[in-house]
């Protein structure tokens, strides 16, 4: 039987290459009386799809001048400073060692995700190791509660769907010396405030059980969509940091906060790219 005059629907290489031009399915018809239908319509789409990101992409680099990912970094880092957080930046390369005292250990399914340098020594895949080093100093010479954050790339081996990438920035705020009672306010206060600076209103907190830090409190947007996961001290892994006062700290993917108020299911548009710039697919010619 031919297929010539059978309904269809895009081929897999269709709808990969209007994602990547930042088209949602939803928003276009995808049932097609024949080949021939289907493929007239790619092609309008696809044309004007490639009109719109070559007008975004002038836009970005003639007069916005800066990736949202940049810009995200910036404003976080301005309003937590003016919040009383002190920035701390720290290797991207950690020791095992560090692995192991935050319980990323041999059998733990986060360990397989980690990107090694060599025998001892691996990508981050998160910020906490510098943020427990970095803090418990600062501790022997400045009284709590003391406020500290990160603002940087996290590496981690994962499939790479629409929502994961191997590199991601990450910015993780604490503040030690909580008193115990204020723990979930203050949480909920540092979720306001992060999403209150990335211009998403739709957030709500959920309860969550991490491998690593145990209970916390997630953050997720309103289609459920985690935007961050957060821990509180005392807690099991201190000790090994040398950290014996309470605390609250939460960790925000960057590029989850801006696929999320962009609407978008492509994590890769707001990613460190070759392929996007500031959203907008180079792949347009
Ligand atoms: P998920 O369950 O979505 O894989 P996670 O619980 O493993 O995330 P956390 O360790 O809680 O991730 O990291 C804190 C935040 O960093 C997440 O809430 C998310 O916003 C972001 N994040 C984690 N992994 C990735 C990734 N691979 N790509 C992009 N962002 C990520
Ligand atoms: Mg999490």
Redesign the pocket.
């Known amino acids: 039987m031919s297929t010539e005059h059978t309904p269809c629907s895009f081929t897999d290489t269709q709808m990969h290459r209007l994602a990547e031009l930042g088209q949602h399915m939803s928003d276009i018809p995808h049932t097609f009386a024949d080949e021939h239908e289907r493929n007239c319509s790619f092609q309008n789409v696809e044309h004007a799809a490639i009109a719109q990101n070559r007008e975004n992409l002038r836009t970005s680099v003639c007069t916005t001048r800066e990736p949202a990912l940049c810009r995200l970094q910036r404003s976080l880092a301005a309003r937590l400073h003016s919040e009383g957080f002190a920035e701390v930046v720290t290797p991207t390369i950690i020791t095992a060692s560090q692995l192991d005292k935050m319980s990323v250990t041999k059998d733990k399914p986060?360990r397989k995700?980690v990107f090694w340098v060599d025998s001892t020594h691996c990508l981050r895949?998160?910020l906490a190791p510098g943020l427990y080093v970095v803090s418990r100093k600062m501790m022997g010479s400045l009284s709590l509660p003391l406020r500290t954050f990160e603002i940087g790339s996290?590496f981690?081996k994962?499939s790479?769907g629409s929502?994961?990438?191997?590199?991601?920035?990450?910015v993780?705020l604490v503040e030690w010396g909580t008193p115990v009672e204020e723990r979930d306010d203050r949480l909920r206060e540092f979720m306001a405030m992060i999403t209150d600076e990335v211009g998403l209103p739709d957030w709500r907190g959920a309860d969550?059980e991490?491998v690593?830090?145990g209970h916390?409190i997630?953050?997720v947007d309103e289609k459920g969509?985690?935007?961050?996961?957060s821990s509180m001290g005392p807690h099991p892994l201190d000790a090994a940091w040398g950290i014996d006062c309470t605390w609250v700290g939460i960790?925000?993917?960057?590029?989850?906060?801006l696929q999320s108020r962009e609407h978008t299911d492509n994590?890769h548009r707001f990613?460190r790219s070759t392929t996007y710039y500031d959203g907008a697919s180079l792949n347009i010619k």
């Open positions: 986060l995700q895949p998160m996290c981690r994962e790479e929502t994961h990438l191997q590199e991601f920035t990450m993780d969550d991490s690593v830090y916390g997630d953050t969509l985690e935007l961050a996961s960790g925000f993917g960057l590029e989850r906060l994590i990613a």
